[in-house]
């Protein structure tokens, strides 16, 4: 059901087979009403999308209960997602319906991925939380003598809750992955979303994802700011709706990749899509409000869609984490969501390559760059893996790195190192190594030289243990050592 094709960090490329066709993922499902559609399908599929999100809930209120196929309904050709009234009992207290009722209607209207009628925990007290998970968990066990996760054609969905109480969403985790479902969804997302609450989003997800099976997809519900979506699949998410490009343009809300405006605060669009190519500002403020609010939601839909297109190409360079990088320079929320990765180093260094394809280089940009998993890998195998060939050498120099020159042996009874503020210690023999001399940057920075410093003296402390009589320290990492110069150590200005 699912192929994963490359990864990088927890994120993955992969097909996920339905039987409406297959979806590439990671991929966004628009969440669309089920009779009345603001943006035509059409439109939603001219903005690159073949899967969309409705509410089966909403529809069997409408035709009554009466099953109808649900591409039909809608007019649509590709996947289908039905979300089964979770949002409606987050947002109400309850539906009138059974779960049973629920679950044999998505069966009936053919729906590709269908969710059972979980409880959302959403922004509550902790009792509550926990009734929620427990009360999901009851339904997921009791959803088997209806329906077959492991065998029918429909994909179901079975979501972790537990809200921004971590042991219980690891409870919620934990007791899901018993059952013989294929696919996982990560609920109650929502009021953190709205409340920019990013760091609280990347704490759910990691605390679920490191208990689930690698080899299934998961969901993220309520996930449409492109803010959140790099974040998101670097930690293992696959697939994520929202009906917020709908909901933003009826308020007069355009999208960016850094952030969201208002209208009226735009006088030029920074984007070159369809809508903004055609439109100004002005103009589009002017139309009447139900082709304005088609307009924008065309467009931020194409944000959504630039946005999930380059993760995609991130993995397959290997440079999500730069990405990670560039998108925290955006808005303080994102930059809280990165500082929440450094705890999850060894979760993403598992899954990060140390070279795929074509080799490229790391590009290095502040101190958020010496937690990136292929730098940090390489340097910690250095210091707690390498064990200097000596050959009766009692000299040992450490020199700067040059990327435009090659590493040259040591003279005759001597030992070669070289440093780099980003990519720690270098020993000659592993010059070349990637990504040794693969690190492009514009200077240290003063995280950067901090962590040099350390690398210097625990790897010199290396080399005085198995005898190194002299250490010479060539270049500017000669003043990062001159406050805590390591014993028998030389410096050379």
Not at 364 to 387: H, I, T
Request: glycine share 8%; charged share 25%; aromatic share 10%.
């Amino acid at each position: 059901m699912f192929e994963i094709k490359d990864v990088d960090l927890a994120g993955r490329i992969g097909r996920l087979h339905t039987r409406h066709g297959v979806i590439e993922t990671p991929a966004f499902f628009p969440v669309i009403d089920p009779v009345r559609q603001e943006l035509p399908v059409a439109e939603v599929r001219s903005a690159g999308l073949s899967q969309v999100l409705t509410n089966a809930y909403l529809l069997y209120k409408r035709t009554g209960g009466a099953p109808v196929k649900v591409h039909d309904f809608l007019g649509w050709d590709g996947v289908v997602m039905t979300d089964s009234g979770a949002y409606q009992i987050l947002e109400y207290g309850d539906i009138n319906v059974t779960q049973d009722e629920i679950l044999e209607y998505q069966k009936a209207i053919e729906t590709d991925i269908g969710v059972i009628l979980d409880v959302p925990t959403g922004n509550v007290p902790r009792e509550r939380a926990a009734e929620t998970v427990e009360e999901t968990l009851r339904r997921a066990r009791a959803a088997l003598n209806t329906i077959d996760p492991e065998s029918d054609e429909t994909v179901w969905i079975l979501p972790i809750q537990g809200g921004k109480y971590l042991d219980l969403v690891e409870r919620s985790a934990r007791e899901a992955v018993k059952l013989p479902y294929r696919m996982y969804g990560i609920g109650s997302p929502t009021v953190f979303l709205e409340e920019y609450r990013y760091d609280v989003i990347v704490e759910i997800i990691y605390t679920a994802k490191r208990i689930l099976p690698g080899g299934r997809p998961v969901h993220l519900f309520g996930a449409g700011h492109p803010l959140i979506i790099p974040f998101a699949v670097a930690l293992g998410v696959d697939t994520f709706d929202s009906a917020s490009y709908i909901i933003y343009a009826r308020d007069g809300r355009y999208m960016t990749e850094y952030g969201v405006y208002r209208l009226e605060q735009l006088d030029y669009f920074p984007c070159n899509c369809p809508v903004c190519s055609r439109y100004t500002p002005r103009e589009l403020a002017e139309m009447p409000k139900r082709e304005r609010t088609r307009l924008l939601a065309l467009h931020n839909l194409h944000v959504i869609q630039k946005t999930v297109r380059r993760v995609k190409q991130a993995i397959r360079e290997g440079r999500l984490w730069e990405l990670l990088e560039e998108t925290a320079r955006r808005h303080p929320a994102a930059r809280a969501a990165l500082a929440k990765f450094r705890k999850y180093y060894r979760y993403l260094e598992a899954g990060t390559p140390t070279a795929k394809g074509e080799v490229r280089g790391v590009r290095a940009y502040g101190g958020e760059s010496l937690w990136n998993p292929r730098l940090l890998r390489f340097q910690e195998r250095v210091l707690a893996r390498y064990q200097p060939a000596l050959d009766g050498a009692r000299r040992a120099v450490l020199e700067p790195l040059a990327k435009d020159s090659p590493c040259t042996p040591p003279g005759e009874g001597e030992y070669r190192a070289y440093y780099d503020y980003f990519i720690g210690v270098v020993p000659w023999e592993l010059c070349g190594v990637y990504p040794s001399i693969h690190v492009d940057h514009g200077g240290p920075t003063l995280e950067a030289a901090r962590h040099l410093e350390n690398a210097l003296i625990a790897f010199i402390h290396k080399l005085l243990k198995l005898g190194v009589e002299e250490v010479v320290v060539k270049g500017p990492a000669a003043a990062l050592l001159a406050r805590r110069r390591p014993p028998k150590t030389r410096l050379e200005y």
